[in-house]
């Protein structure tokens, strides 16, 4: 028996010594197929995607590690593509310029852990794509694609600079989660007939045109529909929770815009994306809306910041919301505003401008569609501060109860404004002063270091009565993130990055709650080693070509060498040191404008800072006058604008296309027609109520124009379309703001052709 047992061991040793090792490392092959689990060699590796992918993945159990590999493309292709699998992990990869650094599509139970997958496909600035939502849009790049895929997990993974963070296109009961999708030229977060999916505790800061590169103006610049997080074409049930979406071009955006299924009739749209629960977000500092969402039901938003945006909320044709504990502080136009919206509830959130007492917080109306109606609507329990004007209905049905304004000096306010007809039951409405005590605030538990997502900071003391709005916590008039709330402990969170803020070590947080305020109180907080630190600008705003001075920690690299960026364009800089550069203010410019200056010390940037350039108000070019001619003609006949300009600034203009005498058909634009704005230009615009504010088509200079001169500008537009419409004029410096916007408004009747 003894002897037999032996021979059976020395033969199971003979046969283990013959298969080969199941993770012994081995090389990366441009095109290899992965069938079983592997473990790659740790190298930098440069290749090409022969067609499929520059690993395939195809089976079903299978591991696979990359050791922390750098696959570096062409600019094509894909780094890692997973097909008809399942149960298949991939770890440790780095993945860059590939059109996508993986794909996953027609599989299930794939997990991607700890990777890296920045820098792949991206667009230039400002290019158009189709915004309708029919089509997935998963063929311009980015980071990962979940293409007809289930149950798929990804978890601590970076996807940045690039097009796109993560798309899931018709994937469902997947979870993406302690990720970082920033600094992205479009969507963060991409749902296309995708159900069921969490996002949670996710980083997706600077979604929008420009990466975080260049400056967002709350004066509504086209960011050409990109967010955060973007969710269309019947994407339903899926949860964004806990996640920092600032800077966006729009923090969240749940669209239908693809029509209506009954013609004629908005509501409701084809495809619409609904039953979405948005919680726990900070989606503030988007220059158009925290959160959007158009033409779609029961969506729910809760305990989420949507601060110092255009809107903090813009819920257009939207119908059974609910917005829950939300702030919506310091936007430029209002808090929320909602055309034809449905049987919506609002319960106690928190409006106000703390500098524009004026401004209508709530605005709640009718569409141009009288057969649309508005409301009714919940407005209950809702805190406004300093505000004379929370809340205005046009022909709008609301019960509004409960609600309090805060003021800080007792004035007439007249707290609900209504345009005849609109049917209001209201009820314990209050106007009351701010209260002269003060909060006893304490603060616990902060840790030494950030999470992913920042410092989470346990503040204890607050008295809130029951149905009360939330408290606003605040870093120089600031709104943070309300992570959890239970009784007298509020958990807040301290971003990584202190905003648009220099730093400082120990930034000042004060409480605001029900009208009282806590005293002044400090927090520590820790800059990113060996990252560019600016403590200092100045001056700030700076005039053209004036020097300007920052100060603070890291700006060279050991080799003494730095880049400054003012809107992705290398600044002059007279002198660097570790902990001062010395630079000249750009000189060029058409208006005042604020750029995103950014330092950059070899292998770490600093985070986007704003720097204003004033251009005095005489320097600045302007339409002088402009015309449109015939105001009634028949379709197939050229309209024709002209309009005549003035060069204002102490410098030339230069010429673009296309220009004098250009034609565009009605149905054209020039983004179609493959011509692009360039910085430093301007071009003339002009739009129609049928294409509804994109500005379709524009002319540029024919010959570079001297200062102190005038120009005169011909065009024509082929109209195609009868009807009785308002057209427009306007005029843009390239990329930055409009000069001259909505202007020379005039009727133009198209008759049928002859």
Not at 234 to 255: F, K, P, T, W
Not at 349 to 367: A, D, H, K, Y
Request: glycine share 8%; with cysteine.
């Amino acid at each position: 028996m003894k002897s037999t047992l032996n021979a059976c061991l020395i033969g199971m040793a003979i046969l283990v010594a013959c298969l080969p090792a199941a993770h012994s490392a081995v090389r990366i092959k441009a095109g290899m197929t992965i069938r079983h689990s592997i473990t790659f060699q740790k190298e930098n590796y440069r290749l090409t995607d022969p067609g499929k992918g520059i690993i395939v993945v195809s089976g079903n159990n299978i591991t696979i590690n990359l050791s922390g590999s750098d696959i570096m493309g062409n600019g094509k292709g894909v780094g890692i593509h997973v097909i008809n699998s399942s149960n298949v992990l991939i770890e440790n990869a780095k993945v860059s310029h590939c059109q996508w650094g993986v794909i996953v599509e027609k599989s299930h139970g794939v997990r991607i852990s700890n990777g890296d997958f920045s820098r792949n496909a991206d667009l230039p600035v400002g290019t158009v794509i189709d915004e309708s939502g029919a089509q997935p849009q998963d063929n311009n790049g980015g980071g990962i694609l979940l293409r007809d895929s289930d149950s798929c997990v990804v978890r601590h993974v970076t996807a940045n600079h690039q097009w796109d963070g993560i798309d899931l296109v018709r994937s469902n009961n997947n979870n993406i989660e302690y990720c970082d999708f920033s600094y992205l030229n479009n969507w963060g977060v991409h749902f296309w007939l995708s159900s069921r999916n969490r996002f949670e505790h996710n980083r997706a800061i600077w979604c929008t045109t420009g990466e975080g590169l260049l400056w967002q103006s709350i004066s509504g610049w086209q960011t050409y529909d990109s967010a955060a997080v973007l969710i269309e074409h019947a994407s339903m049930h899926n949860l964004i929770e806990d996640c920092d979406l600032r800077y966006g071009g729009d923090g969240v955006y749940i669209r239908a815009n693809e029509g209506p299924i009954t013609p004629n009739v908005p509501v409701p749209p084809k495809n619409a994306s609904n039953d979405n629960q948005i919680i726990g977000c900070d989606c503030s500092y988007s220059p158009n809306n925290a959160i959007e969402a158009d033409l779609c039901d029961r969506n729910v938003f809760i305990r989420d910041n949507c601060s110092y945006s255009n809107y903090g909320f813009w819920l257009g044709l939207s119908r059974w919301n609910r917005v829950l504990d939300c702030i919506a502080l310091n936007n430029s136009t209002r808090g929320m505003e909602i055309e034809g919206g449905q049987n919506d509830i609002f319960k106690r959130n928190l409006f106000g401008n703390t500098s524009n007492p004026s401004e209508i917080q709530i605005l709640l109306r009718l569409t141009s569609r009288p057969e649309i109606k508005s409301g009714p609507y919940l407005i209950q329990n809702n805190l406004f501060y300093n505000s004379n004007h929370p809340i205005y209905l046009n022909h709008t049905a609301a019960k509004v109860a409960g609600n309090k304004d805060m003021l800080r000096t007792m004035r007439d306010v007249n707290f609900i404004q209504t345009d005849m007809p609109s049917m209001l039951t209201q009820s314990d409405n209050k106007t009351l002063p701010m209260s002269k005590k003060r909060l006893n605030i304490k603060v616990t538990n902060i840790a030494p270091a950030p999470s992913e997502m920042g410092w989470d900071i346990t503040a204890t003391g607050f008295k809130g009565a029951q149905n009360s709005a939330p408290p606003l916590i605040m870093v120089d008039s600031i709104p943070m993130q309300i992570v959890a709330s239970q009784g007298p402990r509020i958990v807040f969170r301290l971003p990584g990055d202190l905003w648009n803020l220099t730093y400082r070590p120990k930034p000042v947080v004060k409480v605001w709650m029900n009208g009282e305020m806590s005293n002044a109180f400090a927090v520590p907080y820790h800059y990113p080693k060996n990252a560019p630190c600016i403590t200092f600008i100045s001056p700030n705003p700076v005039a053209p070509g004036e020097q300007v001075v920052i100060k603070g920690e890291y700006l060279t690299n050991p080799e003494g060498k730095s880049k400054v960026l003012l809107n992705n364009e290398p600044a002059d800089i007279v002198r660097a040191t570790p902990t001062e550069i010395v630079l000249n203010g750009p000189s060029h410019k058409l208006s005042s404008v604020s750029l995103n200056l950014v330092v950059v010390n070899g292998k770490f940037a600093s985070l986007p800072m704003p720097l204003t350039i004033k251009v005095p108000a005489d320097q600045v070019p302007h339409i002088i006058t402009a015309s449109f001619s015939p105001t009634t003609l028949h379709v197939g006949e050229l309209l024709k604008v002209v309009f005549t300009l003035k060069n204002f600034a102490p410098f030339a203009l230069p010429a673009r296309k296309p220009t004098d005498n250009f034609t565009y058909d009605e149905d054209q634009n020039f983004w179609g027609l493959g011509y692009q704005e360039k910085q430093g230009s301007i071009y003339l615009r002009v739009d129609s109520e049928r294409t509804g504010g994109s500005w379709p088509y524009y002319w540029g200079l024919p010959q570079p124009l001297q200062p102190g001169q005038t120009a005169t500008v011909t065009g024509y537009i082929k109209v195609e379309h009868p009807g009785k419409m308002i057209w427009r004029i306007g005029m843009v410096d390239a990329g930055i703001r409009w000069l001259d916007d909505n202007e020379y408004r005039t009727e133009i009747t198209i008759l049928p052709a002859k």
